[in-house]
């Protein structure tokens, strides 16, 4: 079979093993809003709505992994139980083709859902077209907290922080580079924490970023610059002072 | 040209360390309907299983339809049908979603596809459960519906694997009717059966396997001319001894009754013998069975 009929075969596989499902079973459709949608229900309620962002983003990754995991117990229950494979390999559709058919059915199965929150992702702020990118990135969840829930001023510095070391802003995001962040993941400081000689403290927020817990110290500025550039804390100032 | 050539197969699953498979060698012409007869186990599935693509084989070769097994799988595959031993239906499918979609996964056109699901649903007289559920059939009737999504097809050769199993009677006797007119399409057969009777009846060639080997291939009479005695003959009742029955021939307890494989000539002075004693008595020639029996079943005795 040409790869046109090929794919034609997989999606009538995944009609077969989904749509006639949710056909027949209209119940099933709660389960498949309720278990996404709770979790952003939950997540809003409990941060009074500042965190709907976080909850669609989280929803929407809870709803591919499930779909993902379900996938494999359905492979392997098509193939053990109904024979399906079986039948489906000694049959003109490929193994493409069939594990095609599979794919599609998850996310036929995923489609009620999604219908709903896509159309939430983009309103967040997330252009859809960077939604496959963001699915096989390994740091998805951690980019899209780093990069793009920032530019809804939702004051989540102290989550992104848990979450990644957030490397400084960039222009665009265009390519996929722009999505990762820095292959040096070192980060880099600006001299907003650094104590200085003559015993004035620069605002920080955190001890982690440079403040030093005993103000007295007088450290020279030429010493200073050369210790703080390999550690992070202030017991290096310490460590410079004697 | 044949539909399937098989040189010296044979197939070792390393993972349990069985030989299923020894040195099989067996040709299967077009157009015939070829049954592997055999016990739990002796291999009819693995065999049936490597011609389907769906295994290889450790040694050997197998040819089907012209094309290699092991080279050109693709090929093959455009050509045939499989109904697996023991699969299941997909619970809200109905037999008409199964069998019609299968047809259009399979490439064929929506116009042919519902004409022949159309068709194999009258012949396996499924309309009346046309659009119920899968899930809400009985076991026979999912059955039905699973031999149907493989001679819906139009694939050259057809691989049923036990497709009776677990049938009724007249179920059974329905998907004879069908394959036999798989048949007078031109297409061909193979089948696994644990049924001897629907290997005597339906098939143009029977090969018996046991423990991975081939014992006998052949036309069912074919076979039943390496049987040394010629009939059988039932006797129930108490006025025979075994000892005494065993003086007209080979006697086969089987349960209330006794089987006395024996010649034309002495069959027909046993029977008359029961007869005069008042006992109930049947003469018939040798079956099948009787050869199956005395095959594989010897070293159980």
């Not at chain 2, 139009?154 to 394959?179: K, M, N």
């Not at chain 2, 074919?222 to 025979?240: P, T």
Request: proline share 4%.
């Amino acid at each position: 079979m040409s790869a046109t009929k090929q794919f034609r075969a997989a999606v009538i596989i995944g009609y077969m093993l989904s749509i006639t499902w949710l056909r027949r079973n209209l119940l099933s459709l709660v389960w498949l809003f309720a278990t996404p949608f709770s979790l952003l229900f939950i997540i809003t309620v409990t941060t009074g709505g500042r965190s709907f962002a976080l909850g669609v983003v989280g929803s929407l990754l809870l709803v591919l992994s499930t779909v993902g995991t379900g996938l494999a117990g359905d492979a392997t229950w098509y193939r053990l139980e109904t024979k399906l494979q079986d039948f489906f390999v000694a049959s003109p559709v490929n193994q493409i083709g069939y594990l095609l058919g599979i794919a599609f059915a998850g996310l036929f199965f995923a489609s009620p859902a999604l219908v709903v929150l896509l159309p939430l992702l983009v309103y967040i702020g997330l252009p859809l077209i960077t939604l496959p990118r963001i699915i096989v990135s390994r740091r998805s969840l951690a980019v899209l907290i780093s990069h793009r829930i920032s530019r809804l001023n939702l004051h989540l510095e102290p989550a992104k922080r848990m979450a990644v070391r957030t490397p400084p802003k960039r222009p665009g995001w265009n390519t996929t580079a722009s999505l990762l962040p820095s292959r040096d993941s070192s980060p880099r400081y600006s001299t907003d924490h650094i104590c200085y000689s003559h015993n004035q403290r620069r605002p920080s927020h955190t001890r982690r970023n440079g403040e030093c817990p005993d103000p007295t110290v007088l450290v020279s500025s030429n010493r200073l610059a050369a210790h703080c550039s390999l550690t992070l804390d202030c017991s290096s100032c310490d460590f410079a002072s004697g | 040209m044949s539909a399937i050539e098989a040189v010296s197969l044979s197939k070792i699953y390393h993972r349990s360390k069985t030989q299923a498979l020894s040195d099989i060698t067996l040709t299967i012409r077009r157009g015939e309907i070829f049954t592997l007869l055999g016990r739990n186990g002796a291999g009819k599935t693995t065999f049936l299983r490597i011609a389907a693509t769906q295994l290889m084989p450790t040694k050997g070769t197998i040819s089907v339809l012209g094309h290699d097994a092991r080279d050109e799988p693709l090929e093959i595959r455009n050509k045939i049908a499989v109904v697996p031993q023991e699969g299941g239906t997909i619970g809200p499918l109905t037999p008409w979603d199964h069998i019609y979609l299968t047809l259009l996964a399979r490439g064929m056109s929506r116009d042919e596809a519902r004409k022949r699901a159309e068709k194999t649903i009258e012949q396996l007289e499924l309309k009346e459960y046309r659009n119920q559920p899968a899930d809400s059939l009985s076991g026979g009737l999912r059955q039905r519906v699973r031999v149907a999504m493989a001679v819906a097809t139009d694939a050259d050769l057809i691989f049923l694997d036990e497709p009776t199993l677990g049938l009724d009677a007249v179920s059974r006797r329905r998907i004879w009717g069908v394959l036999d007119d798989i048949q007078k399409e031109g297409r061909s057969i193979l089948l696994t059966t644990h049924y001897i009777d629907e290997a005597e009846i339906l098939s143009n060639n029977v090969a018996i396997i046991d423990r991975g080997r081939l014992v006998l291939a052949g036309s069912p009479a074919e076979l039943l001319r390496n049987v040394k005695e010629r009939v059988r003959v039932d006797i129930v009742g108490s006025g025979f001894s075994e000892e005494e029955l065993s003086q007209y021939g080979r006697v086969v307890k089987l349960a209330e009754r006794f089987r006395v494989l024996t010649d034309d000539q002495r069959g027909k002075e046993l029977a008359d013998e029961a007869v005069r004693r008042g006992s109930d008595v049947a003469l018939a020639r040798v079956s099948l069975e009787d050869l199956f029996v005395e095959l594989v079943g010897r070293d159980e005795e």
